[in-house]
């Protein structure tokens, strides 16, 4: 396993859940921790500590048998090497016992959930080691907590702020998270008392309100027709929060964001407070043939993700269909090796890709969501026990985000009594239009509400998935 993230985590722990002592399951990932990244955004307002979202990821791995090498994988070598035999990873040490020692590990099966690389690089200036805060790590959310609480006494000073939240490329993903730190950011602004000294600005590539990288929803409310549109524009209004809309960040400088939109404007926007999410890649492994050749442009996307079972033949939008979303993981160039969670290709957006007229791409990338994630993870662990214990004839298991629903919890401020979140569902997650006609998804299973219930659901769902993660009694029964 490589990656300790939600997909990998979860496909380790079902692993070893299933096979027998004979059978080794090994996890590869550089950090120490589990992080519970959805509540990062309560770390980034402060009201959780970074030690509230992590745990330590070695004591679980040792109870329940799973060898752990704290390291970064670097290469795969599928057909083996002249230095090994059998299919292996190349890895480099992390661990500080053993920081930067490099080593080759064997395997039977692979699984790649390494995840997003958050490609900060991809804006000058974005990012922590430039000029803006990140909420995508527990240490990131910590330093935009420090640096929110700066701004806040900034307002009780007198002195008015203005707060720019959303992504820092025209490509990013994750637009959810963006949307639901703006507005926990609002609540905090709010609750301090200082509303009113502060002007906060939603930035993003999407091309209108609520369409998170899913090309928006259509929901049925009380008998009526309704959109994510409609529904997310009425809290921006009720809210006081500005949108920026089909934005993409070219460079930021101290204090400014220089952005392009869609219609080819070159735009500024002043700042004391950023927090822009990068765009991801892969995480740049490189991949080797049996004579030692690099395949890597076989085995990933020019993105770094890992092409899997899906359709990656370009065509127009309008073309693009359910079936062309992969449902087993596996590999395109190796079978037993499989690409779940964020570090597959996805074949296309879901969004309508739209081009400014400079010829810049501004549309959000597919999101790869935490609970589909984990339906990935789980996926690719059934097929790798089959096998094992029927062979290769055994039947695949499956799970395309065209035919799985997704739900999304968006917190809108935290609070057990004040706190409020949106909360969405959609099946399916890719819009299937031959099957759910002009919507694309099921009326009876796609829906939104926004209220303190939903902020209850998500911090449920932050006490159920960490009690998983750490394979508690009856870890199992809780969904991913
Ligand atoms: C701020 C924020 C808020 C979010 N909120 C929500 C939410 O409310 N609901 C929701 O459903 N989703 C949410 N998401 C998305 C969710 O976090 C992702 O969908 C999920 O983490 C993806 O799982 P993954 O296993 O693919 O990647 P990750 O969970 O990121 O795990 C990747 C793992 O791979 C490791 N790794 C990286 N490179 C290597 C390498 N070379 N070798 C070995 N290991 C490597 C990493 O250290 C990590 O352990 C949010 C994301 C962000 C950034």
């Known amino acids: 396993m490589l990656g300790a993230g939600i997909s990998g985590h979860t496909a380790a722990l079902h692993l070893r859940r299933l096979l027998g002592k004979g059978h080794e399951v090994v996890v590869v990932s550089p950090n120490s921790k589990w992080n519970w990244i959805p509540s990062n955004i309560w770390v980034g307002v402060g009201k959780m500590t970074t030690d509230q979202v992590t745990f330590p990821l070695a004591p679980i791995y040792k109870r329940k048998g799973i060898t752990f090498h704290q390291a970064l ?82 307002m ?48 993003t590539n999407e091309y209108e309100l609520g369409d998170f990288g899913v090309g928006g929803m259509t929901f049925t409310q009380k008998g009526l027709e309704t959109t994510s549109k409609l529904w997310t524009e009425s809290l921006f209004r009720e809210r006081g929060v500005n949108a920026v809309l089909g934005a993409h960040v070219e460079k930021i400088e101290p204090g400014v964001i220089n952005y392009e939109q869609l219609d080819g404007s070159k735009n500024q926007l002043e700042y004391d407070f950023a927090m822009l999410l990068p765009p991801f ?18 085995v990933f996307a020019p993105s770094g993700f890992m092409k899997v079972d899906a359709n990656y033949a370009a065509k127009p939008f309008e073309q693009w269909r359910a079936e062309d979303w992969p449902s087993t993981y596996e590999s395109s160039r190796f079978p037993n090796v499989f690409g779940v969670g964020i570090a597959f290709a996805p074949p296309h957006q879901i969004s309508m890709p739209r081009t400014s007229p400079n010829g810049t791409v501004i549309t959000p990338a597919p999101p790869r969501t935490g609970m589909p994630s984990g339906v990935m993870g789980k996926t690719a662990a059934l097929t790798i026990f089959d096998r094992i214990k029927m062979g290769s004839s055994a039947t695949d298991h499956k ?52 209220g303190l219930a939903g902020h209850w659901i998500k911090y449920m769902l932050h006490v159920a998935f960490i009690y998983k993660a750490k394979a508690r009694p009856l870890w199992y029964l809780i969904p991913e």
């Open 281 to 298: 890649r892969g995480a740049d492994l490189q991949a080797f043939n049996a004579v030692g050749d690099d395949v890597s442009a076989e």
């Open 156 to 203: 009780k000073a007198g002195q008015r702020q203005r707060l720019v939240i959303g992504v820092g490329h025209g490509t990013c993903t994750c637009e959810g998270a963006a949307f639901e730190y703006t507005f926990n950011v609002e609540h905090e602004v709010r609750d301090a008392g200082v509303r009113d000294m502060a002007d906060i600005t939603y930035l």
């Open 399 to 450: 799970a395309s985000m065209s035919s799985m629903g997704a739900a999304c919890v968006a917190s809108a401020g935290t609070g057990l009594r004040r706190g409020s979140a949106a909360a969405m569902t959609m099946y399916p997650v890719v819009p299937d239009y031959q099957r759910f006609g002009r919507t694309g998804r099921s009326a009876k299973d796609t829906f939104g509400e926004i």
């Open 73 to 154: 994988a670097t290469a795969l070598y599928p057909e083996g090497s002249p230095d090994m035999e059998s299919p292996h990873v190349s890895v480099t040490f992390t661990d500080p016992s053993r920081l930067n020692e490099t080593a080759n590990i064997a395997y039977d099966y692979l699984i790649n959930a390494t995840g997003p690389k958050l490609n900060f690089a991809a804006t000058p200036g974005l990012g922590p080691d430039g000029y803006t805060a990140s909420v995508c790590t527990a240490p990131h959310a910590t330093e935009a907590a420090a640096q929110l609480a700066t701004v806040i006494s900034k």
